[in-house]
C-alpha cells in the first residue's frame, strides 16, 4: 500500500513540475491576447491557463486511453530497472494518466476560481 502511494505522490510531484510550464504558457497568452483585446483582466488569463491546460492534460489522457486499448503498448519499459527505482507499482501509461488527472484537478480548482471570483 505504501509503495501505491509513493508512486502517486511522485506523480503528482511531477504533475506540478509540469503544470508550472503550462500555468506560465497560459498566462503569457493571457495577457498578449488580454492587451490586444482590450480585455485583460486575472478573469481573462485564468481562463487561458484552463484552457491551454485541457488541451494537454487531454492530449495524455488521449495517449493513456490508447495504451489501454492497444495492450501491446503496455509492455515493460526498455529500461525497467531505472524505471523501479522511481515507481514501485505504476508502468508507464499508469503515470501518463495520474500526471493528467491531478492536472485536472489543478484545472478544476482554477475553474472554481474563475466562476466564484470573476463570473467567467
Given at each position: 500500500m505504501s509503495e501505491k502511494l509513493?508512486?502517486?505522490f511522485t506523480c503528482t510531484k511531477i504533475a506540478t513540475i509540469i503544470f508550472i510550464p503550462i500555468a506560465l504558457i497560459?498566462?503569457?497568452v493571457g495577457i498578449i491576447l488580454g492587451i490586444t483585446n482590450s480585455v485583460l483582466s486575472v478573469g481573462y488569463t485564468l481562463s487561458w491557463i484552463f484552457n491551454i491546460g485541457v488541451w494537454i492534460s487531454s492530449f495524455g489522457l488521449f495517449?493513456?486511453?490508447i495504451a489501454f486499448?492497444?495492450?501491446?503498448h503496455?509492455?515493460?519499459l526498455n529500461h525497467q530497472k531505472e524505471w523501479r527505482k522511481h515507481f514501485y507499482k505504476m508502468n508507464?501509461?499508469?503515470v501518463i494518466f495520474t500526471i493528467c488527472v491531478v492536472q485536472y484537478v489543478y484545472l478544476a480548482i482554477i475553474d472554481v476560481l474563475r466562476y466564484y471570483m470573476f463570473g467567467i
Open positions: 509513493y508512486d502517486i497560459g498566462t503569457i495517449i493513456a486511453a486499448v492497444k495492450p501491446k503496455m509492455r515493460e508507464l501509461v499508469g
